[in-house]
C-alpha cells in the first residue's frame, strides 16, 4: 500500500512559480514511476509529467521548458516546480505512484493516488 500527500499548491500571478512536493509511504518509492496529474473545472484529467526510478521524464506538451519533475528517494518525496505560470495551469494537481512510466502515463488502473493539490493562477 502507498499513501501520497501532495503539498505546495496556492494562488500566484501568472509568471510565478510554484513548486508542488508529494511524500511517499511505503518501501516501494524508490522502484515506483511517479507522476503527477492536474484536472481544471469540466476537464478530464491530464498527464503533467512522470519519471521512473531511473530519471526518464514524459511531460505533456503543454508544460514542457517551464516545469520540472524530480524525486529524492532519501525523502520519498516527488516534486514538481512550476515556471511561468499561465491562468490555464489552473487546476487541482495530483500525484500518481505506478510500476512504470508507461503505466503512469497511461493513468489507468492500478495506480496510487493523492487527494489533490489546488493550484490558482491569476491574470
Known amino acids: 500500500q502507498v499513501q501520497l500527500v501532495e503539498s505546495g499548491g496556492g494562488l500566484v500571478q501568472a509568471g510565478g512559480s510554484l513548486r508542488l512536493s ?7 518509492f524508490s522502484r515506483n514511476a511517479m507522476g ?5 473545472p469540466g ?3 491530464e498527464l503533467v509529467a512522470g519519471m521512473n526510478s531511473g530519471g526518464s521524464t514524459n511531460y ?10 524530480s524525486r529524492d528517494n532519501a525523502k520519498n518525496t516527488v516534486y514538481l516546480q512550476m515556471n511561468s505560470l499561465k ?6 494537481y495530483y ?3 505506478g510500476p512504470t ?6 493513468g489507468g488502473g492500478g495506480l496510487y493516488w493523492g487527494q489533490g493539490t ?3 493562477v491569476s491574470s
Not at 60 to 69: N, P
Open 36 to 40: 503527477w496529474y492536474r484536472q481544471a
Open 22 to 28: 508529494c511524500a511517499a509511504s511505503g518501501s516501494i
Open 95 to 97: 500525484c500518481t505512484s
Open 60 to 69: 505533456a506538451d503543454s508544460v514542457k521548458g517551464r516545469f520540472t519533475i
Open 118 to 120: 489546488q493550484v490558482t
Open 43 to 45: 476537464k478530464q484529467r
Open 101 to 106: 512510466l508507461r503505466a503512469v502515463v497511461a
Open 87 to 92: 491562468p490555464e495551469d489552473t487546476a487541482v
